[in-house]
């Protein structure tokens, strides 16, 4: 039990820490939360519980998978914003496009190979 409070503490200062940052420095805040960080984190959680190389390969290479469906949020977002739409219609655009997007992917993926 201490050590998943461990990890939850410690993700949610990372969390944390992007919020603050990015009040007072917005691109240096998208800069600290682009990077894999929550990615290297699990892949480090992963590896301390399960450490195993096959595990790990398999959820390195999906997670690079998934994050493609999710790069298109983040060019609707500002483009929904920039039309005048209020951040929270265009955050659930953006949400329900990287949700239709996952589908898509899981759906098409294995047809080329993917094992996701």
């Known amino acids: 039990m201490t050590y998943l409070l461990l990890k939850a503490i ?3 200062v990372m969390i944390a820490a992007v919020s603050e940052i990015s009040k007072r420095y917005p691109g240096i805040g ?4 682009s990077l ?5 984190m699990g892949m480090m959680w992963l590896w301390r ?17 998934y994050v493609l469906p999710s790069l298109p949020m ?3 977002i500002p483009a929904l914003l920039k039309q005048g739409l209020p951040f929270w219609i265009a955050l659930g655009a953006g949400c329900a496009l990287t949700v239709a997007l996952y589908a898509l992917l899981t759906w098409i993926g294995p047809r080329f190979g993917l094992r996701l």
């Open 10 to 12: 410690i993700s949610g």
């Open 30 to 33: 998208a800069l600290v939360a």
């Open 36 to 40: 894999p960080l929550v990615s290297v």
């Open 49 to 65: 519980d399960k450490p195993d190389a096959t595990t790990m390969a398999q959820h390195s290479a999906a997670t690079f998978w």
């Open 74 to 76: 983040f060019l609707l």
